[in-house]
């Protein structure tokens, strides 16, 4: 799983309540990514970083935020979750030295909203 | 924006016989096509890529062609093995000033019967 760990791997809320998830790396790669993964729609980007602080919107990115306040976790948050942030999300990386196209994923997180 | 069709959505092929996935993109600034292996309750595997400047590529016994004056690229799988039996989604990248935005296929969902 490209060396990257996610936590936690499933988990079941309440619509309102806020979640995090993480995903965390012990290698420095610089390019963070956060997908969610639904039925009939492949992989989405939510967001993505390309270093501590710099963050960026993908396509799917309302209703989510992100931080990375150091190079190892990337934050993904769910202010209030609703029915329709259920998924797998998958975080990814970029190895350093590789052209950041090329993308790495870990095992991802599980989550249900009631 | 980029978008990508993946066909087909399910695939069922005897063990030794090849196994062919298509997918067409719309954006012709897309230039880095991976593809990307995904067994049951992990996260997508990278297996194999191809970048605008090169018509096909091997590696063992899978090989991925693109054309880009029609905008599709192919997944051939050769002498298939029950081990192969995955999910595999083909994705395309444009590259943006901090990133690459992976857009992907809907997935193939393949079954090699022994």
């Known amino acids: 799983d490209a060396g990257i760990t996610q936590s936690p791997r499933h988990k079941v809320t309440e619509t309102g309540t806020p979640v995090t998830l993480r995903c965390h790396q012990t290698?420095?790669?610089?390019?963070m990514y956060w997908y969610r993964q639904d039925p009939g729609h492949g992989l989405r980007l939510i967001h993505y970083s390309y270093g501590v602080k710099d963050t960026d919107k993908g396509e799917v990115s309302d209703g989510y935020s992100v931080s990375r306040s150091k190079t190892e976790d990337f934050l993904l948050t769910l202010e209030s979750a609703t029915s329709s942030q259920t998924s797998v999300y998958f975080c990814a990386i970029t190895p350093s030295g590789r052209d950041y196209n090329e993308q790495f994923f870990g095992p991802g997180t599980r989550l249900t909203v009631l | 924006g980029e978008n990508v069709e993946q066909h087909p959505s399910t695939l069922s092929v005897q063990e030794g016989d090849s196994a062919v996935i298509k997918c067409t993109y719309s954006d012709s600034a897309s230039n880095y096509f991976p593809w990307y292996k995904q067994e049951l309750g992990k996260g997508p595997q990278l297996i194999i890529d191809?970048?605008?400047?090169?018509g096909e590529k091997k590696d063992q016994r899978i090989a991925v062609t693109l054309n880009k004056t029609a905008k599709h690229f192919s997944l051939h799988i050769t002498e298939t093995q029950p081990e192969d039996s995955a999910v595999y989604f083909c994705a395309a990248t444009v590259t943006y000033n901090q990133g690459g935005k992976l857009i992907f296929g809907q997935g193939t969902e393949l079954s090699v019967k022994p």
């Open positions: 290698e420095n790669h610089r390019y």
């Open positions: 191809i970048r605008s400047n090169v």
